[in-house]
């Protein structure tokens, strides 16, 4: 019986998946914050593991640069979310969709925002969940 060859994964099939997980969790995360009227900072923990799945599932091989992938994707993401959350909370207080406001939201005011509605809690969640990305993507 002939041996049948292990199929490999396409370079382009890690990328894709951690691009169209991370913006829908970063969808989710934005909805789930203005529900329960806070920053949801836990949810980059659960952002984290989505990024390393992501990442492991592509096909994407073990090593350093899976490392530095997974690092960055789970800070991007923090990042985009925290900047999501106070652009749309604006936006609503001004009338704005959450896309015009988002446009229009500056880094330094974005920073700001982000610096008074994050608590010592959601800060302790996202510093972690930098450190299980590049834990568990290793």
Same mark, same amino acid.
């Given at each position: ?28 995360? #934005?909805?789930? %914050?203005?529900? +329960? &009227? ?6 980059? =923990?659960?952002? @984290?593991?989505?990024?390393? !799945? ?35 909370? #604006?936006?609503? %207080?001004?009338? +704005? &969709? ?6 229009? =939201?500056?880094? @330094?005011?974005?920073?700001? !925002? ?25």
């Amino acid at each position: 019986m002939p041996a049948q060859a292990v199929p490999r994964s396409s370079r382009w099939l890690a990328p894709s998946l951690l691009l169209l997980g991370g913006l829908s969790f970063i969808f989710i995360w #934005i909805l789930l %914050a203005l529900y +329960l &009227n806070g920053q949801a900072g836990w949810m980059a =923990l659960l952002g @984290a593991v989505d990024v390393v !799945l992501m990442l492991r599932f592509g096909g994407m091989p073990h090593g350093l640069g899976r490392s530095v992938l997974a690092t960055a994707a789970t800070a991007g993401m923090i990042v985009l979310a925290n900047w999501g959350i106070a652009a749309t909370q #604006i936006g609503f %207080a001004m009338g +704005l &969709n959450p896309w015009e406001s988002a446009v229009k =939201l500056g880094p @330094a005011y974005a920073w700001t !925002l982000s610096q008074l509605a994050n608590s010592p809690s959601d800060l302790v969640c996202m510093a972690a969940a930098v450190i299980i990305a590049a834990w568990f993507s290793r």
